[in-house]
């Protein structure tokens, strides 16, 4: 599996950055890695995702120019960096990754973190 860390209260504007690494012995190129937030009574939607050619993406308006992906492949490590934050982006966020399909959705994932909480508020 993955693990991830770094989530916490921030106030709004605000940053975070969120880190993910394989808890077994693996290297990331193999899969492609995406990020997903689940916020109370919601779905579990795609944030973002860096395919196995290095390309990344960040998929819903709300938070492209304020969050961005990366991956440290000599740290076998990827990161969600989240600026300027919302109380709407307030959610537990989940690592993944898929080693089935080239893209990040949901049902796509054969790898996932256990989540960590962010919670923006003043």
């Known amino acids: 599996q993955f693990e991830a860390s770094g989530g916490g209260m921030v106030q709004p504007g605000g940053s975070l950055r969120l880190s993910c690494k394989p808890s077994?012995?693996?290297?990331?190129?193999?899969?492609?890695l995406g990020w997903f937030r689940q916020a109370p009574g919601k779905e579990r939607d795609v944030i973002s995702c860096?395919?196995?050619?290095?390309?990344?993406?960040t998929y819903p308006d709300s938070v492209k120019g304020r969050f961005t992906t990366s991956v440290d492949h000599a740290k076998n490590m990827f990161y969600l960096q989240m600026n300027s934050l919302k109380p709407e982006d307030t959610a537990v966020y989940y690592c993944?990754?898929?080693?089935?399909?080239?893209?990040?959705?949901?049902?796509?994932?054969?790898?996932w973190g256990d989540g960590t909480l962010v919670t923006v508020s003043s």
């Open positions: 860096i395919t196995r050619n290095g390309r990344s993406t």
């Open positions: 077994y012995v693996v290297t990331l190129d193999r899969f492609a």
């Open positions: 993944a990754a898929s080693s089935i399909v080239d893209r990040c959705f949901t049902n796509g994932m054969d790898f």
